[in-house]
């Protein structure tokens, strides 16, 4: 690991959520802390760091990190390298990146964002995600990327199925602000070659606005579940809940399940997978598959 659990050498893993959750806080953070060797949050092996800013003017990412590193109690200079392209595309700094990774073989390379990628076709489209992913793959190892939800399902990373089939891991980001706090929830829907990790909780600390009405980054800690509970209930207890639905009606399929649950059809389809239930041989109406507990011996 880079960063354990979310950042396996030799892979990729895409952050989504939808917009201003704090995902471009929390990419920063973990990207500063592999550079500089932090492991107060999670474990951390020191490595080249390379941040692609498709996203954001310059200045605002250099007054993030500046508030960020007084906030992980680091008074030296950054050492992220950042590539500052905002309104260009991917392709178009490539390049620069492959120049990069060739003096730093083992670099992770971190992007904000794939909807700034610019793949010359939509997202929705399986080429453009497919393009995308073999491109990213091919400039470095492993890879971080930030992704969007759609304002009509915060559940699921927009566009074609195929961004997050070519990730290694997916990590779905929900927030809850309280006070002068941002709470964060750190889900992992999918993982390849590790279990996947029970969710995390994080907490961005903000100063009092200022006269201009403007605040700044002052601490990032982990949380406690019960300090966010409208977090905590929509998140934290998914799991459970889903439990407790197949153990009441005996047995259920995903449909059924996602309408009680007020989820996705592939988020709680992906829920059913683990070993706590057992898939049954029997279809029910119109071929749905049904699911039940699996029995503890």
Not at 5 to 13: L, N, R
Request: hydrophobic letters at 35%.
């Amino acid at each position: 690991y880079y960063l354990r659990p979310y950042g396996i050498v030799g892979s990729g893993a895409i952050l989504y959520a939808r917009e201003g959750t704090g995902k471009g806080y929390l990419l920063q953070i973990m990207a500063v802390c592999i550079v500089h060797g932090v492991s107060t949050y999670w474990p951390v092996t020191r490595g080249d760091v390379c941040y692609i800013n498709l996203e954001r003017d310059r200045a605002s990412l250099v007054r993030r990190e500046y508030y960020i590193r007084r906030a992980l109690g680091l008074s030296s200079h950054s050492q992220v390298k950042y590539l500052h392209a905002r309104g260009h595309s991917l392709r178009a700094v490539q390049k620069t990146l492959r120049a990069y990774v060739h003096e730093h073989p083992a670099a992770i390379l971190f992007l904000d964002s794939i909807s700034r990628s610019d793949m010359g076709g939509s997202l929705v489209d399986d080429d453009t995600a497919n393009n995308w992913t073999n491109l990213m793959n091919s400039l470095c190892r492993t890879w971080f990327a930030v992704g969007h939800t759609s304002k009509a399902n915060s559940e699921e990373l927009f566009g074609s199925v195929h961004f997050a089939a070519g990730a290694d891991l997916t990590i779905k980001l929900s927030s809850e602000s309280r006070n002068n706090s941002i709470g964060l929830c750190l889900e992992v829907p999918k993982a390849n070659d590790i279990a996947k990790p029970a969710n995390r909780y994080y907490a961005l600390d903000f100063s009092e606005p200022d006269l201009n009405g403007d605040s700044h980054l002052v601490g990032f800690r982990q949380a406690d579940a019960k300090e966010f509970p409208e977090l905590n209930a929509s998140t934290g207890t998914i799991m459970q809940r889903l439990k407790d639905y197949i153990e009441e009606q005996g047995q259920a399929n995903a449909s059924e399940a996602a309408i009680y649950l007020r989820k996705s059809h592939q988020y709680i389809q992906q829920l059913l997978q683990q070993p706590d239930y057992e898939r049954l041989t029997q279809k029910g109406k119109q071929g749905q598959v049904y699911y039940q507990l699996r029995e503890r011996l």
